[in-house]
């Protein structure tokens, strides 16, 4: 079976830098998504790795180690509207995804 | 480029219903994908289409179905609603490509009474 497991709730301070861990048990593998969802609203991409190592987009950074199925979500320089859940997703071999429960982060002044 | 849609955004029917929601997704992708999103199961996949065949389907019973047209829209139908189907109904949508990530439409909002 598939298993995503990530903190349910963070806090961190604006202009912080926090990590978000991500841990997977999954029947084959083909990626892992992370993706930001402000309440009420759709989930959005924020990043995608399939090979070890790390990948930086702006503010945002993952990484991914397939070894230990375990990633993270760096966000650095942290805004108050970074305060959304991020959503741990892996697809496995069937290439079904599968989103972990969301760990909400709550930035404050 | 116009992003993902649906239809009807909110929706209230009662026990023993059936409902049907509509997904636009972004032009030129031909992968739809439909997810149902509680607080308390988090976000789950139920089926994908490819197509306007169904490429992947998750553990949800029959009365969850779906259909894709030829030119990439896609439906899904619940049958029997049960006060358990209340959700956030998410549709993405993809180029159907390995590699590329899927963009979620607004959701469609279902409360059964």
């Known amino acids: 079976g598939q298993n995503i497991d990530q903190p349910t709730e963070m806090t961190a301070t604006e202009g912080a830098i926090v990590q978000i861990n991500c841990t997977y048990q999954?029947?084959?593998?083909?990626?892992l998504f992370w993706y930001q969802q402000h309440a009420g609203e759709a989930p959005t991409f924020l990043s995608y790795n399939v090979l070890d190592g790390l990948e930086e987009k702006g503010r945002f950074s993952s990484f991914l180690s397939r070894s230990k199925g375990y990633s993270y979500l760096l966000l650095k320089e942290l805004q108050m509207k970074d305060s959304a859940s991020y959503l741990c997703a892996v697809r496995g071999g069937s290439y079904i995804p599968t989103f972990g429960r969301g760990t909400s982060l709550i930035v404050h002044p | 480029k116009a992003g993902v849609t649906q239809t009807p955004r909110y929706l209230i029917k009662t026990r023993g219903q059936q409902v049907t929601l509509s997904c636009s997704p972004i032009s030129g992708h031909r992968s739809v994908s439909w997810y149902q999103q509680t607080p308390g199961q988090g976000l789950q996949f139920l089926f994908e289409y490819f197509s306007e065949t169904q490429r992947n389907k998750g553990n949800f019973p029959g009365r969850f179905s779906g259909r894709q047209f030829s030119n990439s829209r896609s439906e899904m139908n619940v049958s029997t609603l049960e006060l358990g189907d209340s959700a956030l109904y998410l549709c993405?949508?993809?180029?159907?490509?390995?590699?590329?990530?899927?963009?979620f439409g607004p959701g469609t909002r279902l409360l059964v009474l």
């Open positions: 999954t029947s084959g593998f083909n990626g």
């Open positions: 993405a949508s993809s180029s159907g490509q390995a590699k590329e990530t899927q963009y």
